[in-house]
T-cell receptor, first 114, second 114 residues
Framework: AQSVSQHNHHVILSEAASLELGCNYS??????LFWYVQYPGQHLQLLLK????DPLVKGIKGFEAEFIKSKFSFNLRKPSVQWSDTAEYFC????????????WGAGTKLIIKP | DAMVIQNPRYQVTQFGKPVTLSCSQT?????MYWYQQKSSQAPKLLFH???????NEADTPDNFQSRRPNTSFCFLDIRSPGLGDAAMYLC?????????????FGPGTRLTVL
């Protein structure tokens, strides 16, 4: 069965620090990859997605993610975080035996200290 | 703005007392999903409607049912809530089924079972 691992459940950074959140998935076939974000008190929203093409994907609010097929990874990055980036970040994967179901990671809670 | 609306945002029920959670959408999307999300865990898909076609996930307990009387509305019925059903319930929609179609989420209903 497919699974998604987000290794860090909690991350605390200071403003202007660089961010990298890890996401690894277990599936050997073609996959579609997503990062969702949930700001405090708000709904889940799509941050960025990868289907094919350039493995470096740009999303909203200065976020980017890189798909590395050989490492089964889709890590989320931001060069300089802001206090407003405080949120929970979820990696999700779709592929293989399901054409609709997203397989979700457990999420990473990011706290940015002002 | 087009959106996914969930009511109520907070629901308290008693052990064994049936409860219904509501979701509506102004996006005119074909697909509506219900997820259960427990604290510090990934969202878990319970079922989805593809138009009027109900699709239950294999491991969704029989205690959970759903109704979609029209395109805009979808309900989650929990027939006899147990303490283990306390969670955040997320409704999502997508224009069609498949990975290329982004899922749009509502704010969720937090269910407490006393």
């Amino acid at each position: 069965a497919q699974s998604v691992s987000q290794h860090n459940h909690h991350v605390i950074l200071s403003e202007a620090a660089s961010l990298e959140l890890g996401c690894n998935y277990s599936y050997g076939g073609t996959v579609n990859l997503f990062w969702y974000v949930q700001y405090p008190g708000q709904h889940l929203q799509l941050l960025l997605k990868y289907f094919s093409g350039d493995p470096l994907v740009k999303g909203i609010k200065g976020f980017e993610a890189e798909f590395i097929k050989s490492k089964f990874s889709f890590n989320l990055r931001k060069p300089s975080v802001q206090w407003s980036d405080t949120a929970e970040y979820f990696c999700a994967v779709n592929g293989g035996d399901s054409n609709y179901q997203l397989i979700w990671g457990a999420g990473t809670k990011l706290i940015i200290k002002p | 703005d087009a959106m996914v609306i969930q009511n109520p945002r907070y629901q308290v029920t008693q052990f064994g007392k049936p409860v219904t959670l509501s979701c509506s959408q102004t996006l005119n999307h074909n697909v509506m999903y219900w997820y259960q999300q427990k604290s510090s865990q990934a969202p878990k898909l319970l079922f989805h409607y593809y138009d009027k076609d109900f699709n239950n996930e294999a491991d969704t307990p029989d205690n959970f049912q759903s109704r979609r009387p029209n395109t805009s509305f979808c309900f989650l019925d929990i027939r006899s809530p147990g303490l283990g059903d306390a969670a955040m319930y997320l409704c999502a929609t997508s224009r069609d089924r498949g990975p290329v179609f982004e899922q749009f989420f509502g704010p969720g209903t937090r269910l407490t079972v006393l």
